[in-house]
């Protein structure tokens, strides 16, 4: 084998042969459809292989069993060098804009399945690969397809309709009635050009069909300094070894491994196993399951789903159940295709399957030569791969069967059900004594709690010769706290309870098999997601462009991976990489930064730090207050340092690991607790005050005290940050592509840093791949150092942050914490509220100062209370400066104030719903704010919310779940919401248009608005459609640029589309206006005889708009006085169903239903998935998403979706239903009587956490405790079932949690 001569890769991409010479295996699939090959549809996410955007379908010809295969992978986890002899089909070759689009493709076009887009070319091929593999799937292979795929804006529900619509199976299978139904009106988008022909499909390449060599003979690569063997036989395989006994085995490469071999971190021999027959094979007797450690998870559940029974109560208790229990929640779909039970096994865990084969006690059969034999190993929890023989590789495990009398279990507990690992798996083997029911023998085994599964030896000893009975149950509690106490484990009481939780989960379904009790209901109730969208269009008739559904207008480009986002652009020649260079110190002093290293290292260019800075290194949105490059202090981890400028980015993100920084710590401070201890608050707070708060508290018949806690929540857009600044040769002109919320800002900025005026810069932003508030001014940094890269070198630079950097470095929504103190009467009528609120601002006070006026007026919004008085600090902490983020401030407070009106209700004994009926502002009252509220739709969302919901019927119906349930337990609750659309100072509701007519009559529009999936410029296409009364498909919008409309203000707040909107209507008034002359001249001219005409008469077919809502602003010093806050209010009301698995803390949301006021909907699609996707993210910061800090480093836990957690298509409420408020009054009369969206349907989210509070105080008085008891935020499963109680907590309270988590 070894004499074998370095062949050239070859595969086949979207049907074209690709022959590599020297193939590199540090390189991806990802790397080069992307820079190779320009096939930039596939997008880079997060490099983790936990999104999905860069799914891709391979396919190769089996020939034993003379089939193609066709399975999805992640192509940022694929070594290119696996795919000889395979054909890779990526977005593009599945349908485009040219020559049609797939009916996967179409469909997510029809029923609006996309948003921002970045994650759309993943969903495609997702469900591309499960129609060619399934064509008659049902609902629950839907999600679970969909289970690899995230998404940041949708909310998912219309990308799974989308699919169900595109299902080959038709009305069958996941169309049937539980799939759900839709009531959409009025959508006119069914006239849609016609799918692809299925003709057009890519044709599998006849030669890997013909020429079986490609998979079956051993091939060897020489490339980029590495050897890459690809043996198909074992004896092959020891001939490699023989020679190179170092030599790393490399299988679906989906561990570290990967990272390993791009950082040269590995020997420069690879061995790629996946091809050897030996390895591949899976056989049984009587005895036993042999799987080869090549076949992956993917192949072993394909062999096992046939040896199900069909009935699925059958198969409890047994190896076939179990196992395939274990395999179904490893990772996702695209994990499991390529992921090996080998490489599992191999590595440091603790993974699924390793607590499982403990259980089972498996045997792993090794072989390290040719000449010597096979020997076996037990696996057990000291089994160690590194005391291995050298050049040891595992062939096979071997599973045994069990015996009469023995029963197995399995499971896992994730924090997201769907694409996680597990917080604890366990598995229980049990032997009974057939006469005398005794247990004779017991295994049970626990992973995750430390890094290698645990055999339990004790529980066994415990309960060996033992009846089944509820003391045995008692018993091993017991034994299962004092085996485990004595760990470090970091959350350990939390996962004592989940090792008892499984052990009584087990041992109840083993009772219920052997008929000794009935089961308990267990776990959570089996559902699958369905939905309604309901709303009117004012003119259903179709006679208006504007209020029509239409779909986004870039979807044909986004569905085929066609639209261009920053790093798709063409590489420029000269282009250079930059990777920064980051503090790895929360706060201290820099001694010295050495670059000679990095140097020194391949393609490394140049660097640039503070002194490369023409202008100023500083920067601030209200006063320069943040330095580009930290010097001479560092103060949070992330900061950046300097850059490293580099032919490749890979070649600069190594570089930058080898400049030395040294540091001289300083102290730090984290959190709000820490921040208040230590007085390290900004100068700056917010009071409202309205009446008197003493002689309030002093009237009130009672009065309580508490305190609310919200986490930080992570924006996790799937675009990454990302720029490239080309310097143009003459006059200090740069151009900018970017992914910034401001435009002008950053143009300002850069200005400032390279000392050139701003007529010289222009910033372009085509689209964005979402920002949810996060790309306003924490891109800064990064379009600043690209800038002053770019200038140094005076070449062009592209800056892409990898994804941990970015998670780790940028600003995130303010944690807060809020004190309260309420006074009421027993009626419920509130008095008096004092509140004290403490946001976590970071480091310097950026947007906090405008974050915390919005929180206290959100505070304020809902509730009349005569005697109020809150005031707003911000805490100065060394994390990440916190910025905006979706609601800007008011989901903190909707949660407070919910909160509190929760405690109060609880602590009154009354109806939830009647205490905020009885205290919820009316129509014409006037707010702390000196706000009146006119046409004020709250209590009409609200009653509408309560009747769509049944929410009566639904009380009564939760009662008796709870009642008839003890170990699952459900709550139910609404949420109001109020947003506030215009911003306080005034300054900021401005806006500009520009708006060209051709002379073939097509027209261009630009504002100063920034496309980040909101659906923005469809919205703009239909106004100007609307006034110019053209064709939508005349108008076009191509990007956003300084150049074309000036002076624009960031784009957030919801207010996008009014002022936006507003200059574009203005700027096609005028041309409107101009053209009247000659429309009355010529009452039958088309558009474009009057467009030909207005040329020859001298008419001016360009204009610009300028559009300044509102004469007065506000100032929050003078509050009743300060003016006007806002423009107008949006409102909404949701009512949310949710059940807890009170075992494990595990939650999912029935049901939600809500009830939204958007006035007069500008395109009602839009907006219902502006709802959806809002709700749907708002649930992540309630339940998922908990963001904590290493007090070590001051580092931020999380670095991706590998390990934070949004919400997946498995968390999405269950039957959610979506309604448009009837005859909306009170929209913006400027803009078709509309109202803003995409922040408030967010705030809609609190409902689930109330609920979920609902479901624990239930649980809890199963448990005998009565009362009400907080539950924080987010309301995480750990919380959840801590908060739960009962004998389980109780046993584990002595447990000593040593390494608690540190939420910011
Ligand atoms: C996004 C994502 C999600 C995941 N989710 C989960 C999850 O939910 N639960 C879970 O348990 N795991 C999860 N995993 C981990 C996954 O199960 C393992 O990474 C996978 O099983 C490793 O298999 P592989 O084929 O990729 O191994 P590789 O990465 O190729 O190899 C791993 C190691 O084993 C060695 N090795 C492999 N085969 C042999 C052999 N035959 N003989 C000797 N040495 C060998 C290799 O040299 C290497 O050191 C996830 C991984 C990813 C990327
Ligand atoms: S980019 Fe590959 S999985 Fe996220
Ligand atoms: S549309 Fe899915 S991430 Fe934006």
Redesign the pocket.
């Known amino acids: 084998m070894d004499n074998l001569e370095g062949a050239p890769l070859v595969f086949f991409v979207n049907g074209k042969k690709v022959s590599i010479e020297k193939p590199d295996p540090r390189d991806t699939l ?1 790397k080069y459809l992307r820079r190779n090959l320009y096939l930039t549809g596939t ?13 891709v379908m391979i396919s190769y010809y089996n020939h034993q069993q003379k089939k193609i295969a066709h399975y999805s992978c ?4 694929t070594i290119l060098c696996t795919l000889h002899g395979t054909a890779v089909t990526t977005v593009e070759g599945v349908g485009s804009s040219r020559n049609g689009l797939h009916t996967v493709q179409s469909n997510l076009m029809k029923y609006h399945g996309l948003q921002c887009g970045f994650c759309t070319p ?1 969903m495609v091929m997702t469900m591309y690969t499960l129609f060619r593999n399934n064509p008659s799937p049902t609902h629950d292979d839907l999600e679970r397809a969909l289970e ?1 795929n995230l998404c940041r804006c949708t909310g998912y529900r219309p990308i799974l309709e989308a699919f169900k619509k595109s299902c080959p199976c038709g009305e069958s299978k996941c169309m049937s009635k539980d799939g759900g139904a839709e009531e959409v009106k009025a959508d006119k988008s069914n006239d849609l050009k016609p799918s692809k022909d299925e003709s057009q499909e890519v044709i599998f390449p006849n030669e890997l069909q013909t020429d079986s060599s490609y998979r079956q003979k051993s091939v060897k690569f020489i490339g980029g300094g590495y050897t890459w063997y690809r043996p198909t036989s074992l004896k092959d395989l020891f001939q490699i070894r023989a020679n190179y006994s170092d030599a790393v085995i490399v299988m679906g490469a989906q561990t570290v491994l990967g990272a390993n071999i791009r950082n040269r971190r590995t020997t420069p021999v690879l061995v790629s196993c996946t091809a050897v027959s030996e390895l591949k094979e899976i056989k049984q007797d009587e005895k036993e399951f042999v799987f080869g450690s090549a076949v992956t998870f993917a192949e072993m559940e394909q062999f096992m789903l046939p040896l199900k029974t069909k009935d699925e109560k059958d198969d409890e208790g047994t190896l076939v159940a179990a196992l395939l229990e274990g395999l179904r929640w490893i990772a996702a779909d ?1 994990v499991r295709n390529v992921a090996t039970i080998g490489g599992h096994l191999m590595t440091t865990g603790p993974h699924d399957l390793q607590t499982f084969m403990l259980t089972c006690e498996a045997t792993l059969t090794f072989q390290y030569s040719a000449d010597k034999e096979p020997f076996t190993v037990k696996y057990s929890q000291d089994f160690d791969p590194a005391s291995l023989p050298a050049g040891s590789v595992l062939i096979s495990v071997r599973i045994p069967k069990l015996l009469k009398n023995e029963f197995i279990f399995f499971g896992k507990q994730p924090y997201r059900r769907g694409m996680d690992y597990a917080i604890v798996n366990a598995g229980l083997l049990v032997k009974m004594d057939e006469k005398t029911s005794q247990i004779t023998d017991l295994r049970f085994c626990v992973g995750n709690i430390e890094n290698k599964p645990q055999y339990l030896e004790k529980v066994g000893e415990s309960a060996r010769e033992s009846l089944c009975t509820d003391k045995l149950l008692e018993n091993v509690g017991q034994v299962i706290v004092e085996e485990l106490q004595n760990s470090k484990a970091e959350q350990l009481r939390y996962k004592i309870t989940l090792a008892s939780a499984f052990f009584f989960k087990f041992y109840k379904r083993l009772c219920k098999l052997l008929k000794l009790s009935d089961e308990a209901a267990f776990g959570l109730t089996p559902t699958t997601s369905k939905g309604t969208q309901i709303y009117d269009v004012p003119t259903a008739d179709g006679s208006t462009i504007i209020w029509q559904p239409v779909p986004h207008m870039a979807a044909k480009s986004i569905t085929t991976g066609e639209a261009v986002y920053v790093d798709d652009i063409p590489e420029y020649k000269t282009e250079l990489a930059l990777a920064l260079v980051p503090s790895t110190r929360a706060r201290a002093k820099i001694l010295s930064v050495d670059f000679s290293n990095a140097l020194k290292a391949p393609g490394v260019v140049d660097f640039v730090d503070h002194t490369d800075v023409p202008g100023k290194n500083l920067y601030g949105l209200l006063f320069p207050e943040s330095q580009l490059f930290a010097h001479p202090e560092v103060f949070f981890y992330g900061q950046p340092i300097a850059g490293i400028l580099a032919n490749t980015r890979e070649e600069a993100r190594a570089a930058v690991k080898l400049v030395k920084v040294e540091y001289e710590d300083l102290p730090a401070v984290f959190t709000i607790d820490d921040a208040i201890e230590k007085a390290s608050l900004f100068d700056f707070s917010n009071s409202t005050v309205r009446g008197n708060l003493e002689q309030g508290m002093k009237e009130s018949e009672v009065t309580l005290e508490g305190v609310v806690e919200t986490g930080a929540q992570e924006h996790l857009y799937l675009e990454p940050c990302s720029t490239l600044v080309v310097p143009k040769k003459e006059d200090k002109e740069m151009e900018v592509f970017t992914g910034t919320q401001d435009a002008t800002g950053t143009q300002k900025h850069i200005g400032e840093f390279l000392g050139i005026p701003c007529n010289r810069v222009n910033v372009r932003v085509k689209r964005i791949g979402g920002a949810f508030g996060g790309k306003v001014i924490d891109i800064v940094p990064q379009t600043g150092i690209a800038s002053v890269a770019a200038w140094k070198v005076n070449r062009p630079v592209r800056c892409v942050f990898p994804r941990d950097y970015d998670v780790r470095s940028t600003g995130k929504r303010h944690g807060t914490k809020a004190f309260y103190k309420v006074g009421f009467n027993k009626d419920g009528k509130i008095n008096a509220l004092s509140l004290k609120f403490y946001a976590n601002a970071g480091v310097v006070q950026a947007l906090s100062p405008f974050v915390i006026d919005q929180m206290m007026t959100g505070l304020a919004s809902i509730y009349d209370i005569p005697h109020y008085h809150s005031t707003g600090h911000l805490c100065k902490t060394n994390i990440p400066s916190s910025t905006a983020m979706r609601g800007f401030g008011l989901p903190q407070a909707h949660f407070v104030i919910q909160t509190m009106m929760f405690d109060i209700a609880k602590h009154l004994n009354m109806s939830f719903n009647k205490l905020r009926e009885l205290n919820t502002y009316k129509e014409g009252d006037t707010d702390p704010y000196g706000k009146v509220l006119t046409d004020f739709n709250l209590p009409r969302c609200w009653d509408d919310c309560k009747s769509q919901s049944k929410f009566e019927t639904m009380e009564k119906e939760v009662a008796t779940f709870n009642k008839e349930n003890t170990c699952r337990k459900r709550g139910l609750a609404m949420s109001p919401c109020i947003f506030y659309f215009g911003y306080p100072p005034l300054l900021a509701n401005q806006a500009g248009a520009l708006v060209n007519v051709y002379l073939d009559g097509s027209v261009l529009i630009s504002h100063g608005g920034i496309e980040m999936g909101q659906g923005l410029h469809t919205k703009m296409c239909q106004i100007a459609s609307t006034v110019l009364g053209v064709p939508l498909d005349l108008v076009h919008l191509c990007e956003t640029n300084t150049y074309s409309v000036p002076n624009t203000v960031e784009s957030g707040g919801s207010f996008v589309a009014d002022i936006n909107g507003g200059a574009v209507k203005i700027a096609c008034e005028t041309i409107k206006e101009r053209l009247k002359v000659l429309e009355q001249a010529m009452p039958q001219a088309s558009w474009n005889e009057l467009i030909q005409a207005a040329f020859f008469s001298r008419i001016s077919l360009s204009a610009t708009g300028y559009y300044k809502p509102r004469d007065k602003g506000y100032d929050f010093s003078k509050q009743e006085e300060g003016g006007e806050y806002c423009q107008y209010h949006g409102y909404g009301a949701a009512c949310s169903l949710v059940e807890v698995d009170v075992l494990t803390g595990e939650h999912q949301i029935l049901k939600t239903d809500i009830v939204y006021d958007v006035g007069k909907s500008l395109n009602p699609a839009i907006d219902v998935g502006q709802i959806e996707g809002g709700f749907v993210q708002g649930c992540g910061m309630m339940t998922s998403e908990q963001l904590t800090v290493n007090p070590d480093v001051g580092s931020i836990d999380a670095f991706g ?1 590998i390990n934070y957690k949004i919400p997946g298509i498995r968390n999405i409420p269950k039957d959610f239903n979506v309604s448009l408020l009837k005859e909306a009054a009170g929209g913006h009369k400027d803009l078709y009587s509309s109202k803003g969206i995409g922040e408030p349907p967010f705030l809609l989210a609190v409902s689930v956490h109330l609920a979920l509070r609902e479901a624990v105080l239930a649980a809890r008085e199963a448990n005998g405790l009565s009362g009400n008891c907080r539950l924080e935020c987010p309301a995480t499963p750990e919380r959840i079932r801590m908060a739960c109680a009962g004998p389980i907590v109780d046993r584990c309270i002595g447990v000593q949690d040593e390494k608690k988590k540190i939420q910011v």
């Open positions: 990802i997008k880079e996410a997060c490099s983790q292989g936990a999104c999905g955007a860069c799914t992640n192509a940022c986890m993943g690899g695209q979706p």
